[in-house]
């Protein structure tokens, strides 16, 4: 690289991370400055200024606040003390920053609920949560009676819309709510250390997961992302992802009101009318995740996608193959992605834009980054160690699981979940000496000599077959590349007989897919053992509320055709893909057709 551009490149990431470091530093557990304290003092900053716009309804800063403290009133007329949970189930609207925000200025904890959860996952979301009131609106409130039965404990249920039956009307109860702020003793004697929210793991894998978001944890997503993003006060941030997660919900909300900045809030994504609505509302970023970008690449062309003010995308899971594509077609001049998990004590950010990077950790900056990657066994999904019992460091460009060492400062500290026990199965011990601890991410990277860090794949989802380790996030970028195929949910199934597991792709595919080009197109791009054996069409992917493809139920159908609604095949050694009928169905269970 040449000198110009590599100092170019190292002026942009120390410019971002001072950004950021200056933003946190002062930042501390044991503080009695809290989550809601940093909002009020935007609050008195920029009363005047317009904060969120929803549906056509737009809220200034103090009209904001002055909803949030209806909210904290309400919950102290219930004798709802410090400590106590109530659950928040609903979409995204204009009220539901402020139940949290509310809630937060008479320490009561919100347990942010997944509106797209229903039945036995969401009566477990609620059972865990401990919450004895839980808000809902119209269109959450039958989803809720429906789980009803599942429930542990009798809920209240809280509704902002009309009641029916033994529902209580929110609506009316904060007309008498004073919009005054609660006085500030109501918070004496807490610290940043303090539960502030209750935010679930998605459940990909299993059920989710409570994991506990502490005043500081929250002050360090919404401080961070003001001070990453570079925002001001002239900037508004289009925002469609679930505020029931972190990224959507804290980060983007704090890139904008830290700022004096506003919000243009949507009830979802709509990728058809995404553009035209960042255009008509003068956003200048937006806020993304997995696979909301792709989304976009695959929308026919408008004059909107270019006729917007847009300066930064910001997210993460932004898949490399449509990196460039997002920045060329859509004139974005500048993506910044990050990595982090709720519940861990990591964070990357990719300041200077290397295109698929998730961040970076060079070696001159190392002690100021808790990050490592460690050497990790796939088969026996556990880290290797050494001779020495110790863990073995990944090299540059090897692939090795990304763990954070846990400390007691606001950015190495980790809270874990709710579930002591399951917390704990998230630390690994004696890492690199004897009484250390590191959280375990769970997701595999690899590092380049520069210290740019690259997402290959979560634990679980790499496997391994005919002796070589396969990537299926790497596997389902090069097939989303093939002519038809729209996107791609790739996996490991086991088949009798063989080792490992084989890949199985799930596709959904438009009218230009073809059965036989697919193959030839695997043929080109896949090593033979990376080649799925298996491939199902889809009607459509079935995804979590932040886009991540869900694989439980397509690995739990296999490959048999008894199981599988629609088109599915198999890839023989001579004939390339053909359909799995019965009979074929049983031969490859049987053993008679190689593998």
């Known amino acids: 690289m040449a000198l110009k551009a590599r100092l170019q490149r190292e002026w942009r990431f120390l410019r971002g991370l001072n950004r950021t470091l200056k933003r946190v530093k002062s930042i501390s557990p044991e503080s009695d400055n809290l989550v809601c304290d940093d909002l009020e003092a935007a609050v008195a900053r920029w009363r005047e200024r317009p904060a969120l716009s929803f549906e056509g309804r737009t809220l200034t800063y103090a009209e904001l ?29 204009a009220e539901y920053f402020a139940v949290w925000y509310g809630l937060s200025k008479v320490g009561v904890v919100t347990a942010l609920i997944n509106n797209q959860l229903s039945g036995l996952p969401l009566a477990h979301c609620l059972n865990i949560s401990g919450a004895a009131h839980v808000i809902v609106d119209p269109e959450t409130s039958p989803v809720f009676e429906a789980a009803r039965p599942l429930l542990e404990k009798p ?28 006085d500030r003793a109501l918070r004496e004697g807490m610290t940043a250390r303090d539960t502030a929210l209750l935010i679930f793991t998605s459940g990909t894998t299993g ?36 505020l029931y ?33 960042a255009a008509a509302e003068g956003c200048t970023m937006f806020v993304y995740i997995g696979e909301l970008c792709r989304y976009l690449v695959n929308q026919p062309p408008s004059d909107d996608e270019t006729r917007h003010k847009i300066r930064l995308a910001f997210g993460n899971g932004l898949r490399p193959d449509i990196w460039r594509v997002m920045k060329q077609r859509f004139h974005i001049p500048d993506i910044l992605e990050f990595y982090g998990s709720t519940e861990g004590n990591v964070s990357l ?45 990944s090299g540059p460009g090897q692939i090795g699981e990304c763990i ?79 002519p038809g195929v729209k996107e791609a949910n790739v996996y490991g199934v086991a088949v009798d007989g063989a080792d490992g597991r084989a890949g199985m792709a799930g596709l959904v595919v ?35 509320g932040t886009f991540k493809a869900r694989k439980m139920d397509l690995v739990a159908d296999g490959y048999d055709p008894g199981k599988i609604k629609g088109p599915l095949y198999f890839h023989d050694p001579r ?12 031969k490859i269970a049987a053993g008679a057709v190689k593998v």
């Open 155 to 182: 809920l209240q249920q809280w509704v902002l819309g009309p009641v029916h039956g033994d529902q209580r009307d929110l609506v009316q109860a904060l007309k008498s709510c004073s919009q005054l702020a609660p």
């Open 65 to 93: 606040d002055g909803m949030a403290n209806r909210f904290a009133h309400w919950a102290k007329g219930l004798n709802l003390r410090r400590g106590q949970t109530v659950a928040l189930f609903m979409p995204n609207r």
């Open 510 to 544: 438009d009218g230009e897919f073809d059965i036989k080009a697919f193959g030839q197109h695997v043929a080109a791009e896949l090593p033979t053992f990376a080649q799925p054996l298996f491939v199902r069409i889809l009607p459509a992917m079935e995804t979590t």
């Open 207 to 242: 059920m989710p997961k409570a994991a506990r978001i502490t005043h500081v944890r929250a002050q360090l997503y919404m401080r961070g992302f003001a001070g990453s993003t570079g925002a001001g006060a002239s900037d508004r941030i289009y925002v469609a992802l679930p």
């Open 245 to 277: 997660h972190a990224t959507g919900g804290l980060c983007a909300l704090g890139a904008a009101f830290l700022n004096g900045g506003s919000v243009f809030l949507r009830r979802r994504f709509s990728a058809t009318h995404f553009w035209g609505e």
């Open 349 to 393: 950010f990719n300041f200077d834009g290397r295109e698929g990077a998730i961040g970076r950790a060079p070696k001159w900056l190392r002690n100021r980054f808790n990050v490592r990657l460690i050497q990790f066994d796939v088969e026996a999904e556990k880290p290797l160690r050494g001779p020495d019992g110790f863990c073995i460091e």
């Open 404 to 482: 954070g060492k846990v400390g007691h400062d606001a950015r190495s500290e980790y809270t874990g979940y709710v579930d002591k026990a399951a917390s704990e199965k998230k630390v690994l011990r004696d890492v690199f000496e004897k009484g250390d601890a590191w959280f375990a991410t769970g997701d595999l990277m690899k590092m380049d000599a520069d210290g740019y860090l690259y997402f290959v794949d979560r634990i679980g989802d790499t496997f391994r077959w005919k002796g070589e380790n396969v990537s299926t996030n790497e596997v389902a970028e090069r097939l989303q590349a093939a």
């Open 575 to 586: 004939r390339g893909y053909v359909k799995v009928t019965k009979s074929v169905f049983e």
